[in-house]
């Protein structure tokens, strides 16, 4: 098992394992109220993220640091090539009226050019505003409003087809261009005059002051803010992430780094992701879809070594693996598979991290290595075969399954972090797993909670100020400490764990304060569940909103010799269906209280998506949005009806 391989290399690479320095601080109690992590590297003095591709072309240009995929093959891109195209396309962009300061709003799924336009903008003095391909035309006009963008750059016609309406009534109304429409040959034409010396003017006069782009939250709670990041920002961000993490990846295992990136680029998370890879020359791919049928051909293909993602893709890597086994029968071999899995990292671990206990038993051993050959391969297989280390970030990841996929040979590190705070504040350290925490800081970050257990952050990664919104930044930042909104705690060795949202918290008629995010978040991983929401405030008991997920749903049918066609309503009262959700509400139930656990719930009609405005693009849940939209099915399970017991 490669990843047990790794942990006993670094036992001896202390140099490794112990880079990063942790300093706590106590209360009266011994409660651990702050950790500070030391900076790997020094904050930026000069120059910016823009000099990145350049810096590459000179020091290194016959490296790949990219692979593109055209005609269905990943081909090869130099840092010289590629710091040509993004010369390119800023000669373009200043060709097409861009001055320094000025903002180019980019709409685009994940791709290669999303990557030339972003460090381009850069390299022509401007600032990126990203906007994501699903916006509406109400967030779209909103954002360039607001962020004064004066050109948008759009991946299809469909996207355009939507700028157009949004940006119709704006006086200064953005020209438009189109990626899929020739936009980066436009651009490269239209700059043919303008000299490449012209970009280096531009792209010298960048400081680690100066603004790299404004990001605008998701809005969960009304309208996006726009959050000021710096060139510093980033720097903070990707430099300190890769000494971090490369030297573990290159060094303990062997191989050569390479991550096939599908987040999409207009979350801070995927952003950083792509300029750390760029910073450390990492070999880096792109991939439009986070779907598991379209994701999962191309992980085949690109065989990323490590990749960057969010719960809901280690849920779908999981289900599938579950659903196979039962179409060929071995349902019940999957399951013992997946509890020997637990126990095996559980006592792995424990020995590993000197918890105590002996580690796995020789019996434990030979159930591991038995469904090693039956099941954790298959899982390895899915994700390209060389894949030994993973992050994720968004959410919370269910413990039980972070254990499932260390015991196939994939350590998942947890990361958190906001818009604000340039993507990770924190992340596991190297080769210091500990399943149900979100790590330590980032290296050069200071985490606190504060007095009523709200998350607070300070370091060279948060972000000075919300775009033309003073009063929204002055409740945010004070003294340099950004109030996340979430509620969390840090154990004795700084390891923070996110218990919630404090805006989200519930209280019973009883007055029992509940987190909704622990059982959201565990009855999520669960087929057939697709998506849900947790209620109950001022309610007597804690109830939930249940959908089901279509693959699920399907595969559930088949197996059962059911008709594809079946209604949801005859679904929702089916006694089988019902029971495959209790087994979902059960395992949320197991993380909290009988006080906090789930009731009852229903099986509602529908889907929380981005479509039908219930889920942000980054596929948090908008909760007020969730609840008047299925008011009527809140008060039927409150008034006696609804499934569960």
Same mark, same amino acid.
């Given at each position: 098992?490669?990843v047990?391989?790794?942990?006993?290399?670094?036992?001896?690479?202390?140099?490794?394992?112990?880079?990063?320095?942790?300093?706590?601080?106590?209360?009266?109690h011994? @409660?651990?109220? *702050?950790?500070?992590?030391?900076?790997?590297?020094a904050? /930026? &003095?000069t =120059?910016? +993220?823009?000099? %990145?591709?350049?810096v590459?072309?000179?020091?290194?240009?016959?490296?790949?640091v990219?692979?593109?995929k055209?005609?269905?093959?990943?081909l090869p891109v130099?840092?010289?090539?590629?710091?040509?195209e993004?010369?390119?396309a800023?000669?373009?962009?200043?060709a097409?009226?861009?001055?320094?300061g000025?903002?180019?709003?980019l709409?685009?799924? @994940?791709?290669? *050019?999303?990557?030339?336009l972003?460090?381009?903008?850069w /390299? &022509?003095? =401007?600032q +990126?505003?990203? %906007?994501?391909?699903?916006?509406?035309?109400?967030?779209?006009?909103w954002?360039?409003r607001?962020?004064?963008a004066?050109?948008?750059?759009?991946?299809?016609?469909?996207?355009?087809a939507?700028?157009?309406?949004?940006?119709s009534?704006?006086?200064?109304?953005?020209?438009?261009r189109?990626?899929?429409?020739?936009?980066?040959?436009?651009?490269?034409?239209?700059?043919?005059?303008?000299p490449?010396?012209?970009?280096t003017?531009?792209?010298?006069?960048l +400081?680690p002051e100066?603004?790299?782009?404004?990001?605008?939250?998701?809005g969960?709670?009304?309208?996006?803010k726009g959050?000021?990041?710096?060139?510093?920002?980033?720097h903070?961000e990707?430099?300190?992430?890769?000494d971090?993490?490369?030297?573990?990846?290159?060094?303990?295992?062997?191989?050569?780094?390479?991550?096939?990136?599908?987040?999409?680029?207009?979350h801070?998370?995927?952003?950083?992701i792509?300029?750390?890879?760029?910073?450390?020359?990492?070999e880096l791919?792109?991939c439009?879809?986070?779907?598991?049928?379209?994701?999962?051909?191309?992980?085949?293909?690109?065989?990323?070594?490590?990749?960057?993602?969010?719960?809901?893709?280690?849920?779908?890597?999981?289900?599938?693996?579950?659903?196979?086994?039962?179409k060929?029968?071995?349902?019940?071999?999957?399951d013992?598979?997946?509890?020997?899995?637990?126990?095996?990292?559980?006592?792995?671990?424990?020995?590993?991290?000197?918890?105590g206990?002996?580690g796995?038993?020789?019996g434990?051993?030979?159930?591991?290595?038995?469904y090693?050959?039956?099941?954790?391969?298959?899982?390895?297989?899915?994700?390209?075969?060389?894949?030994?280390?993973?992050?994720s970030?968004g959410?919370?990841?269910?413990r039980d399954?972070?254990?499932?996929?260390?015991?196939a040979?994939?350590?998942?590190?947890?990361?958190?972090?906001?818009?604000?705070?340039?993507?990770?504040a924190?992340?596991?350290?190297?080769?210091?797993?500990?399943?149900?925490?979100v790590?330590?800081?980032?290296?050069g970050?200071?985490?606190?909670?504060?007095?009523?257990?709200?998350?607070?952050?300070?370091?060279?990664?948060?972000?000075?100020?919300?775009?033309n919104?003073?009063?929204?930044?002055?409740?945010?930042?004070?003294?340099?400490?950004?109030?996340?909104?979430?509620?969390?705690?840090?154990?004795?060795?700084?390891?923070?764990?996110?218990?919630?949202?404090?805006?989200?918290?519930?209280?019973?008629?009883?007055g029992?304060?509940?987190?909704?995010?622990?059982?959201?978040?565990?009855?999520?991983?669960?087929?057939?569940?697709?998506?849900?929401?947790?209620v109950?405030?001022?309610?007597?008991?804690?109830?939930?909103l249940?959908?089901?997920?279509p693959?699920a749903?399907?595969?559930?049918?088949t197996?059962?010799?059911?008709p594809?066609?079946?209604?949801?309503?005859?679904?929702?009262a089916?006694?089988?269906?019902i029971?495959?959700?209790?087994?979902?509400?059960?395992?949320?139930?197991?993380a909290?209280s009988?006080?906090?656990?789930?009731?009852?719930?229903?099986?509602?009609?529908?889907?929380?998506?981005?479509d039908?405005?219930?889920?942000?693009?980054?596929?948090?849940?908008?909760?007020?949005?969730?609840t008047?939209?299925?008011?009527a099915?809140?008060?039927?399970l409150?008034?006696?009806g609804?499934?569960g017991?």
């Open positions: 098992m490669g047990r391989k790794d942990l006993k290399r670094a036992q001896r690479r202390s140099d490794l394992a112990e880079r990063a320095t942790v300093d706590l601080v106590s209360d009266e011994g @409660t651990v109220r *702050e950790a500070r992590t030391a900076a790997l590297v904050p /930026a &003095a =120059g910016s +993220t823009a000099d %990145i591709p350049f590459n072309a000179v020091e290194a240009p016959d490296t790949v990219l692979r593109r055209q005609g269905g093959q990943w130099t840092a010289a090539a590629f710091a040509r993004v010369t390119d800023a000669k373009g962009l200043i097409d009226g861009l001055e320094p000025g903002r180019v709003a709409m685009s799924r @994940t791709r290669y *050019e999303w990557a030339v972003d460090f381009a903008i /390299a &022509a003095g =401007g +990126t505003v990203p %906007i994501y391909a699903t916006s509406s035309a109400e967030q779209i006009e954002i360039v607001d962020s004064g004066r050109h948008l750059v759009v991946e299809s016609a469909e996207n355009a939507t700028a157009e309406e949004a940006v009534g704006h006086p200064d109304r953005p020209r438009i189109i990626v899929d429409g020739g936009a980066m040959a436009e651009l490269t034409s239209l700059g043919r005059d303008v490449d010396e012209e970009v003017k531009r792209r010298s006069a +400081t100066s603004i790299a782009t404004l990001c605008y939250t998701s969960t709670t009304g309208r996006p959050c000021v990041l710096t060139h510093g920002n980033l903070a990707a430099a300190n992430t890769v971090l993490l490369h030297p573990v990846f290159k060094e303990i295992t062997g191989q050569v780094a390479a991550t096939l990136l599908f987040l999409p680029l207009a801070i998370l995927g952003r950083s792509q300029i750390a890879c760029l910073l450390a020359r990492i791919g792109h439009p879809s986070i779907k598991p049928d379209e994701l999962r051909p191309e992980l085949r293909a690109f065989r990323p070594t490590f990749v960057v993602g969010v719960p809901y893709l280690f849920e779908k890597i999981h289900e599938t693996g579950r659903a196979t086994a039962e060929i029968g071995r349902a019940a071999s999957f013992r598979a997946e509890r020997i899995a637990v126990r095996f990292g559980e006592a792995y671990l424990n020995k590993f991290l000197d918890r206990g002996p796995p038993s020789l434990l051993r030979a159930g591991w290595a038995l090693d050959l039956l099941v954790y391969r298959r899982i390895r297989k899915e994700v390209g075969g060389r894949l030994r280390y993973a992050i970030g959410s919370p990841l269910d399954l972070n254990l499932f996929f260390y015991a040979g994939i350590v998942i590190y947890e990361g958190y972090g906001l818009t604000e705070t340039t993507a990770a924190t992340i596991t350290p190297p080769l210091k797993p500990r399943p149900g925490t790590g330590l800081p980032v290296p970050t200071a985490v606190r909670i504060a007095a009523d257990g709200e998350v607070l952050i300070k370091g060279g990664i948060v972000f000075g100020s919300y775009w919104n003073p009063a929204a930044t002055d409740t945010a930042l004070t003294d340099g400490w950004f109030a996340t909104g979430d509620l969390g705690a840090l154990d004795e060795s700084g390891y923070l764990t996110i218990t919630g949202r404090k805006k989200d918290i519930l209280v019973t008629s009883g029992k304060n509940v987190s909704p995010a622990v059982l959201e978040d565990r009855l999520r991983s669960r087929a057939p569940v697709g998506q849900c929401i947790v109950g405030d001022n309610r007597s008991f804690v109830g939930a249940v959908t089901l997920d693959e749903v399907r595969h559930w049918l197996v059962r010799k059911r594809a066609d079946t209604a949801l309503a005859e679904l929702a089916d006694p089988q269906m029971a495959e959700v209790q087994k979902a509400v059960d395992h949320a139930n197991a909290v009988k006080a906090e656990s789930i009731r009852k719930f229903a099986i509602v009609g529908g889907e929380f998506t981005e039908n405005g219930l889920l942000t693009p980054s596929l948090k849940i908008k909760r007020h949005a969730v008047a939209a299925y008011a099915e809140i008060e039927e409150y008034g006696g609804g499934g017991r």
